[in-house]
């Protein structure tokens, strides 16, 4: 009598769950990375995007906005305080932004500490600071009027 075999063997079980776990332990750290790096790539756009509205603002009224937005986490009025002043300034739905954005004016990085302020007239700077519970917190990105920037 011939006997049929519908199943697989515990050796076979083991051997599948053993490659996926290690297909597992490979991707799911480029995923996360992936989406570290397209976060990062939103405050990089948003921030060159200010600067150039800023030299634009700065070249139709001979100074740049006034400081604009308040600084730190999760401000997502923020967008609406610097889109009244350069409506130009894009950025998305606040909801789904990764980083809150803030203008000082008069303002420059310093060498020393890129969070520190060094008074420089005229300029501005620019911040990009991640909002409570994003993918990137910690990451905080800035660029002034001479296009010095930490990214």
């Known amino acids: 009598m011939i006997q049929k075999n519908d199943g697989f ?4 079980l083991l051997t599948v769950l053993a490659i996926i ?3 597992a332990l490979i991707g799911i750290p480029i995923y996360v990375g992936q989406q ?3 976060a990062r790539t939103e405050a990089y756009t948003n921030l060159q995007s200010l600067r150039l509205l800023e030299e634009q603002y700065f070249a139709e009224n001979a100074s740049y906005v006034p400081t604009t937005g308040a600084g730190g986490p999760s401000q997502p009025g923020n967008i609406l305080l610097i889109q009244a002043v350069l409506p ?3 950025p ?3 909801q789904n932004l990764n980083y809150s ?6 303002m420059q990085i310093t060498t020393t500490n890129p969070l520190a302020y060094g ?3 005229p300029c501005f700077y620019a911040v990009a600071t991640p909002n409570t519970g994003s993918i990137v917190v910690g990451n905080t990105f800035s660029i002034d009027c001479n296009d010095n920037k930490n990214f």
């Open 9 to 12: 063997t515990l050796v076979e």
């Open 21 to 23: 776990s290690i297909l």
């Open 36 to 38: 570290v790096r397209a």
């Open 88 to 90: 130009g300034f894009q």
């Open 92 to 94: 998305g739905p606040p």
């Open 101 to 106: 954005y803030q203008i000082v004016q008069n």
């Open 119 to 121: 008074a420089l007239t």
